[in-house]
């Protein structure tokens, strides 16, 4: 992020204008920097018109590496490099091999999936979270603006944002 | 999004705001501790320090400590850790199975929950440690690692191993799990923290979490993609658990009908436990709004369920060892109910088939007093559910002359208590430093205006 770009931050009190607002906001063609609210708002992010995150699949591939991991393993370990009769079962025998398979299978996507989603969100510990308004974690939803990306002037937006319902419009810069 | 039945009844009561739920969680965390938690504390380290020292004459002396003897080679051991990983169980059932079924009064339980799984976890992954004796070996015993035999590798058809990875990827995935939904509220407390200390630990707790609605999003996708990883995997477990038995030629353990059986059995004692915690913590720390009388009662429905299909089970095993006509299994039924530990197999009968049945009286199932004294009852009759099946079916053989009983020892009941003591210790400072409720959700299902969106 450039340092030192101005921003127009709207407070809003309740979840439902907020959706109305996000909407109305973009239609009138302003761009909206990013929404920072205290609590998951469902369909925010089609609001946004973010693009459906892909870690589904980020977590399916990280599942099929541990069971290819878990099942290479296992059939390596007791078929080639130290083949032993136990029950009488061949030393590649699939059923008993299955439990550790699906463990794996779930830690390794699991993990996978959890990792990746820290990276791309660049949570990690002692990261400053550089909010716009502290009230965001507690019980207000912050809308900010990049004033920067707007071609309307500030005031147009401010105006715009009392208009769909924001409680306070702040501006600061960061 | 979904729509809530107006008729349905509201998950918090007493009119609380967003900014309500902020302050009530967050002012446990930030306040002193009382004297009730100063003094629960203090009771739950003298039951660690008791257990350490059993731990300590056991590692130094071996498992002869214990009451095990030639015929009964396994009792409160595995008893205690198959005990230990069925309570677990619930944290797991509230949070990702009731999460895919979009039941939203799951949401001021789950936290508590599963920092129980994760504790039970713990205490139940001491006893397969601690019976090996030297356990600094137990690495090579149970993973495989490259070792000195020239790679002789553990064995991959044994349901002993199976559990090894089963338990220890429960608990590796319901900590994530847990963590994962306690980011957004560490940063709630790190933007209140007035004091160094607290903004320091919380700010790191928190990842520099920010709340944005990109995160939000995938945030919640991680979420469901783990209920969903999670729900097979608690499943899994106990099932895994049940092979430790059901996969030996042992008259009363070989039986089919173990995984469902036990994973019934687990859920209903982790249930249990659940109630007996949050009962004790919705009193102490005056959380009546957010954990209601619905929600108790909701978890009672479901003890009564798990219980009966528990009770069904038992009769199932009973039907099975006559309906085979094998001279074995129907001895090992008839000694379980009239032989030399007949009074364990009717404590057990009492306790988890009779007990629950109570909940069918509406009075009863929304009774706090009740619920808390049969919600323990429920946890001392799913004890006996394993010893039972473990010791009975061990302590009379193929081999009549090699016949013996089982008693414990105080060693035996020391290291008991020291998973007491692990178990409390933890959830006690977990009460106090962490928010015991998860605040992100519980706001999501409170309406702030009468606005609707279109």
């Known amino acids: ?6 921003y127009l931050v709207g407070i809003f009190n309740d979840e439902d204008v907020l959706l109305k607002a996000v909407r109305q906001v973009r239609e009138k063609g302003v761009k909206i920097f990013e929404v920072y609210t205290p609590f998951p708002v469902h369909g925010l992010e089609d609001e946004l ?37 136990i029950g009488g079962k061949d030393f590649v025998s699939l059923p008993p091999f299955i439990p550790v398979t699906f463990e794996l299978t779930v830690l390794i996507s699991a993990f996978g999936m959890v990792g990746t989603f820290m990276v791309v969100s660049d949570l990690k510990p ?38 769909v319902g924001a409680e306070e419009v702040n501006e600061t810069q960061r | 999004m979904q729509a809530t039945s107006s008729l349905r009844e509201s998950l ?29 504390m ?33 009792a409160w051991d595995i008893t205690n850790f198959v005990w230990w990983v069925g309570i677990g169980h619930a944290g797991t059932l509230i949070s990702a199975i009731l999460l895919l079924f979009r039941q939203k009064w799951r949401m001021s339980i789950n936290r508590a929950a599963e920092a129980m ?29 490259p070792n000195t035999f020239g790679s002789l590798w553990v064995n991959f058809n044994s349901p002993l191993l199976w559990d090894v990875f089963a338990i220890s990827t429960y608990f590796s995935v319901s900590l994530v799990f847990w963590y994962i939904g306690l980011i957004p509220d560490f940063a709630t407390i790190r933007d209140r923290a007035t004091n160094k200390v607290s903004k320091a630990v919380y700010g790191a707790l928190s990842f520099g979490w920010d709340g944005a609605a990109k995160t939000w999003m995938r945030y919640e996708s991680v979420a469901l ?4 990883l999670a729900t097979p995997l608690v499943l899994s477990v106990h099932t895994i658990v049940s092979f430790d038995f059901a996969t030996s030629v042992i008259p009363g353990w070989h039986t089919t009908i173990f995984p469902p059986y036990f994973v019934a059995g687990a859920i209903f004692s982790g249930f249990a436990m659940v109630l007996t915690l949050m009962i004790v913590t919705r009193k102490v720390y005056k959380l009546e709004d957010y954990i209601t009388i619905y929600h108790i009662e909701l978890m009672n429905i479901v003890i009564t369920i798990t219980g009966s299909i528990v009770g069904i089970a038992y009769i199932t095993e009973f039907y099975m060892a006559w309906y085979s006509q094998v001279p074995a299994e129907g001895y090992a039924f008839l000694n379980r109910m009239a032989g030399p530990y007949s009074w ?40 006996f559910e394993r010893f039972v099946i473990i010791v009975t079916s061990l302590h009379r053989d193929y081999l009549p002359s090699s016949w013996a009983y089982f008693s414990a020892t105080r060693y035996d009941v020391g290291v008991y208590l020291f998973t007491f003591g692990i178990f409390f210790t933890l959830f006690f400072l977990f009460a106090k430093f962490f928010p015991v409720i998860n605040m992100a959700e519980v706001k999501s299902i409170i309406k702030t205006s009468s606005e609707k969106k279109d």
């Open chain 2, 42 to 74: 203090t009771l739950s380290l003298i039951t660690l320090g008791i257990g350490a020292y059993a731990v300590f004459m056991l590692l130094w002396d071996g498992i002869g400590v214990w009451g095990l003897n030639k015929t009964v080679g396994w």
């Open chain 2, 12 to 40: 918090v009561t007493g009119g609380k705001t967003v900014h309500d739920v902020t302050q009530d969680i967050c002012s446990r965390v930030e306040d002193k501790p009382n004297k009730t938690w100063l003094g629960a």
């Open chain 2, 344 to 383: 364990a197999y009717w404590s057990m009968m009492t306790c988890n088939v009779i007990s629950p049945q109570l909940f069918w009286i509406k009075k009863i199932r929304t009774s706090i007093a009740a619920t808390f004294i049969i919600s323990i009852i429920v946890n001392i009759g799913m004890w």
């Open chain 2, 117 to 145: 799984t994760i504790f039970a976890v713990i205490c139940a992954l001491m006893f397969p440690a601690l019976h090996m004796g030297r356990l600094w070996l137990g690495f090579y015993w149970a993973l495989p690692l």
């Open chain 2, 225 to 228: 993609i783990l209920a969903g």
């Open chain 1, 126 to 163: 002692y990261k400053d979270p550089n909010l716009f308004d502290k009230r965001s974690t507690d019980d207000k939803h912050v809308m900010a603006i990049n004033l920067g990306n707007n071609s309307l002037a500030s005031d147009d937006i401010k105006s715009i944002l009392s208009d």
């Open chain 1, 1 to 6: 992020m450039e340092k030192g770009q101005n």
């Open chain 1, 49 to 85: 018109g973010y693009k459906k995150t892909r870690l589904p699949i980020a977590a399916f591939l990280f599942g099929l590496t541990g069971t290819i991991l878990a099942l290479t393993m296992q059939m390596w370990m007791l078929g080639v490099d130290w083949p032993m009769i």
